[in-house]
């Protein structure tokens, strides 16, 4: 079998398993996420790119995927590709400018995750919305979810510029300046993070509900990142669950 025969039959496959299945297998992430177009956009006097992938029929609503501190890899390319068989234009943006952590290199992350200025993540963040709410092939809802960092600059995002709903999974959610906000908030939260804990979480709600803003919290007996299929702390029940009850927020608020 050629090389190329080989990648449509792994294609073929990847399209048809369950994506705790595509992102736990380093391959058929690869191929998932090679399907994607890159584009790149003007933010803050710069050029910043991202991975689009879109679906079969459109006009459709639009996601904006943020990535966690290891960098737009091809499990969060594969996520977005997923959006897109599930019938949303997806853009995957990029916060490192191409750097990517290798698996596992928590020092390389943590020094891509620091360098980022929150100026420009913000303005980063701004104009991808703008780009998506534009897009000929989005209907002009939108709505950003991100991981861990993503976490938190997907409801840094909404604050920034009105989307139509966020998702934020274990991510920093100690904004205090939440009258921007325009649509829901939905929050995947683990009990054993010791990072975003319940004192942070709290707080953020006591201001949630002090603006009078609508949002949703989840606890799961987890650990940080127990969504991703490639650590050490994934919680498979968990993981499904939290995305049951992120498809069906998004269906709820952007439809689809």
């Not at 234009?89 to 943590?110: C, F, I, N």
Request: aromatic content about 8%.
């Amino acid at each position: 079998m050629n090389m190329i025969s080989r990648r449509h039959m792994v294609k073929g496959l990847a399209a048809g398993l369950p994506l705790a299945v595509v992102l736990a297998d380093p391959l058929l992430a690869r191929v998932a996420a090679g399907g994607l177009e890159t584009v790149t956009i003007p933010a803050a006097g710069r050029k910043v790119s991202g991975s689009l992938a879109l679906p079969a029929k459109a006009p459709a609503a639009a996601v904006l995927l943020i990535h966690e501190w290891w960098g737009l890899n091809d499990q969060i390319k594969s996520v977005a590709a997923e959006f897109a068989r599930l019938g949303y234009v997806a853009l995957a943006l990029d916060m490192y400018a191409g750097k990517v952590a290798a698996p596992g290199d928590r020092e390389a992350a943590r020094r891509y995750m620091n360098s980022v200025d929150p100026v420009q993540g913000t303005e980063t963040v701004k104009a991808w919305v703008k780009w998506l709410k534009a897009h000929e092939k989005v209907t002009g809802k939108v709505g950003t979810i991100g991981w861990c960092f993503g976490g938190g600059l997907s409801l840094d995002a909404s604050i920034a510029t009105p989307v139509d709903a966020t998702v934020v999974y274990y991510g920093r959610v100690d904004a205090d300046d939440l009258k921007a906000l325009k649509g829901p908030v939905l929050g995947h939260f683990a009990t054993g993070d010791q990072w975003i804990n319940q004192k942070m979480v709290s707080a953020f709600e006591a201001e949630m509900d002090k603006a009078g803003k609508a949002y949703k919290s989840h606890w799961y007996e987890a650990q940080h990142a127990f969504a991703n299929p490639t650590s050490a702390r994934y919680d498979k029940q968990d993981a499904k669950l939290a995305w049951q009850r992120t498809m069906a927020f998004f269906k709820e608020n952007l439809g689809g």
